[in-house]
């Protein structure tokens, strides 16, 4: 179950076409981009590099894209969103994907190629919450699973009870929301931890 937004997201005709054509031409790599617009409308999908050391599950978009933001604030528009392909799975945010959402004013769009023949483009907004919590013992606590080397994740789903642990949590973030841990290289006991709230857009495609 997602939380969803009374507020859609305007996507053009040739920008929901250009995602997929993208997804389908990086696949099995997961491939990237953003998009300039204003708000929740946007107007184009700019084709990115992915640059992840892992892009089969994984992705980063290079420098030279995100810098882009700069000239779209320059005609008085924005990077509105950054979008990304799931080239084998569902068009939902990963553990790996509400750690890497770093732009909270950003919609994410994620192209699911799970059925290739019928791409899926769904749109959410990830707002991480850095809260003093004690890390290891929430590790401890929770049915946490490794969704890469050191990075260790609890979701909880909407609807679904809150562990006793989270409830100062859920006063901050309603869920769906992913508790992450980054686990120190060096010692993995040391644990760096965010709350990241998932909330689902509809998406309009409008020609």
Known sequence: MTLLSDHPVTLPAA?????????????PEEICGVLRGVGLTAAEAIRGRNIAAERIENYEVDPQTLLLQFEFEDRGEEMMGIYHSHPVSVAYPSATDAWNAHYPECIYFICSLEHDDAP????????????????????????????????????????????????????????????????????????????????????????
């Open 120 to 207: 899926v483009i769904r749109a959410f907004r990830m707002t991480p919450h850095f809260l003093e919590m004690d890390w290891p013992a929430l590790k401890a606590a929770l049915p946490v699973y490794e969704t890469r080397p050191r990075l260790f994740a609890y979701y909880q789903a909407a609807g679904a009870r809150v562990p006793d642990i989270l409830e100062s949590v859920a006063g901050v973030a309603s869920p769906p929301f992913y508790v992450v841990m980054l686990a120190g290289e060096e010692n993995p006991g040391e644990l760096e931890g965010r709350v990241v709230e998932v909330v689902e857009h509809p998406v309009q495609v409008v020609e």
């Open 15 to 27: 920008a929901h076409v250009a995602i997929i054509a993208h997804a389908r031409e990086g696949k």
